[in-house]
């Protein structure tokens, strides 16, 4: 079924709702970070909901899918805004006849309740049965326990428990068992992307784990536990990986520690309160699903083994100068923080290794909860940012100045070599390349309009060719088209012109490359674009339709000039500095 626009008639004027979320976007994106903030101290019998949360000196509402807002890893965080920009429509036109098409029926049920006594009308409610089978399975409890059982069962190292762990080093680094060097590993060497160049320079001094990722030939960690035997890799061992500390004895200890955590925290009687609220009730009803995984269910029963996991890593741990990870707010970042003040660690820095994007709601806080004791005791020491936007993102936040530094963006450190090759090598070139996306359904749009356009771009004299997001599967694309699936800085030399979505990071490796690069807008979507609201944004070229970037591959004049947007020094002055390394 074609996918349809929600659009609000008010009086004679139509609004559509996503143009009008994305041009009030500032606002209610503040209003979203200002609710989590006043959620998190709704008093509940004279306690704070966050005090309520505590367990073992650690804060399960910090480790919440709630505190974390991740745009990926929470749907809820936009139909929550939708519902916040239709109650700013209303609220504002208040004495005018209300139209509503095509809204989800359950966001419908709650207007329809809130504003019961206006004229307010909605036409063409969307209701899904998948969906609402969906939400049902994933409000059931017992259900959550078999997803634990089967997320413990990939990661177990299922073995004895060891108290030896590492011998003493001047570093540690904490990272995922993701964007790793191939070429390399198929040669038997571990080279993680995310720490290039520095790598080299402290490796001999470091101690590092990986988080285990599922991927489509490694789905269990015991399969990483024999591909490293067999492989015998120089610089790689199953005591390299987190998942290697998880015992089976843990899974009846988080079984234990969430009997004990439920009787003291009485779930239900929280949900009550927070149905009962006027501030919250509509708050709740969208986000059931998200508080019953995170103080009920699979959510909870993860960060239960996060906090086992670190309590008896850290207890045997040599003591080091510096820590590194890969900051994103994900709720184990919260008990690793923890963990390593508690058993006085050395300076710990929060890694920003990519882009931060306007919607990528990890990143932000309301303003007053960046000066809170709880920002300081759950964040790391330093936030390393590798861009000025990412920068600017963070700091406006009111977060110190003097958390925040400056470092080179070691992953995309090779865009100096590319850029001079491009700017050498100027010459007309026919060959367009369309990246693909992790969402599905931005994934799919994009996928027709390459559909579509493929021949008449192959009119035009141009070579088509498509690289699926690493995390998808290829879809049938037809013929005519080559499927890449090399990484980008080994495959860009070769393209001139690149169509993508806005939602990917990747984009800025190619605009960092001065590569005409064409951006592919959802309208019926939110913005996700890494160059939203900044400085770069205006000169992007974009488009929603098939003729809209026919037109405007056609007129482009192969000129596009290189944006400066990472930090880039191969010397790694900034890191050398900060980590005194000579």
Not at 160 to 165: L, P, R, S, Y
Not at 202 to 215: A, K, R, V
Not at 307 to 334: A, S
Not at 414 to 435: A, G, H, P, S, V
Request: charged content about 25%; hydrophobic content about 40%.
């Amino acid at each position: 079924m074609k996918e349809k626009n929600i659009l609000v008639n008010v009086g004679n004027t139509e609004i559509d709702l996503f143009e009008f979320i994305d041009q009030n976007s500032e606002v209610l994106k503040n209003q979203y970070l200002n609710i989590i903030l006043q959620l998190s101290n709704f008093v509940i019998n004279n306690q704070s909901l966050k005090d309520r949360l505590y367990f073992k000196d650690y804060s399960l509402w910090e480790m919440s899918l709630l505190q974390e807002k991740n745009i990926y890893k929470n749907r809820f965080i936009f139909k929550t805004i939708k519902y916040l920009a239709l109650k700013k429509i209303i609220t504002d036109n208040i004495n005018e006849n209300i139209k509503i098409f095509y809204l989800e029926s359950d966001l419908a049920s709650c207007l329809e309740t809130e504003f019961k006594n206006l004229k307010i009308s909605f036409v063409g409610k969307s209701f899904s049965f998948l969906n609402k089978i969906n939400q049902v399975i994933k409000k059931n409890i017992p259900l959550h326990f078999l997803y634990f059982l089967y997320y413990f069962f990939k990661n177990c190292s299922f073995r004895k428990f060891n108290d030896k762990v590492l011998t003493e080093k001047k570093f540690l680094i904490f990272s995922y068992f993701t964007h790793y060097d191939i070429k390399k590993f198929n040669e038997k060497i571990f080279y993680p992307k995310q720490w290039t160049g520095l790598w080299e320079e402290i490796i001999e001094n470091t101690n590092f784990f990986q988080i285990f990722l599922p991927n489509e030939k490694l789905k269990f960690f015991f399969q990483v536990e024999n591909l490293v035997k067999k492989k015998n890799f120089k610089n790689l061992k199953k005591e390299n990986f987190i998942n290697y500390f998880i015992y089976y004895k843990y899974f009846l200890k988080v079984f234990r520690d969430f009997k004990v955590f439920k009787s003291k925290i009485l779930y239900y009687n929280i949900v009550k309160k927070i149905k009962d609220s006027e501030n919250f009730r509509y708050f709740f009803e969208i986000n059931e699903e998200i508080f019953i995984s995170s103080f009920s269910g699979y959510t909870l029963l993860q960060n239960l083994l996060w906090i086992n996991i670190f309590e008896n890593l850290f207890k045997n741990l040599p003591k080091h100068d510096y820590g590194m990870y890969l900051f994103e707010n994900q709720p184990w970042e919260k008990a690793f923080v923890r963990c390593w003040k508690k058993y006085n660690q050395g300076k710990l820095i929060g890694y920003c290794h990519t882009t931060v994007n306007f919607w990528n709601l990890n990143y932000f806080n309301i303003k007053d909860y960046n000066s809170s004791d709880d920002f300081k005791k759950f964040s790391p020491d330093l936030i390393a940012v590798s861009s000025e936007i990412s920068k600017n993102f963070i700091v406006n936040q009111s977060i110190n100045l003097g958390k925040v530094i400056e470092v080179e963006a070691l992953r995309y450190n090779w865009i100096l070599d590319k850029k001079k090759d491009l700017n050498d090598k100027r010459i007309e070139n026919r060959k367009i390349i369309f990246l693909g996306d992790y969402d599905k359904n931005i994934n799919d749009k994009l996928i027709k309009i390459l559909k579509q356009s493929k021949d008449e771009l192959m009119d035009l004299g141009f070579q088509v060719s498509y690289k699926p997001h690493p995390a998808t599967k290829i879809k049938n694309i037809g013929n005519k088209i080559s499927v890449i699936k090399e990484d980008l800085e080994d495959l860009i030399n070769n393209y001139r012109y690149i169509v993508s979505s806005n939602s990917t990071s990747a984009i800025i490796e190619t605009l960092s490359c001065g590569l005409n690069t064409f951006l592919f807008i959802d309208k019926n979507n939110f913005n996700l674009s890494p160059i939203k609201n900044t400085k770069i944004e205006k000169n992007v070229e974009f488009f929603f339709t098939k003729d809209e970037l026919i037109s405007k591959i056609e007129n482009s004049q192969n000129n596009f000039e290189a944006v400066e947007y990472y930090y880039l020094d191969k010397e790694l002055k900034r890191w050398k500095k900060i980590l005194e390394i000579k």
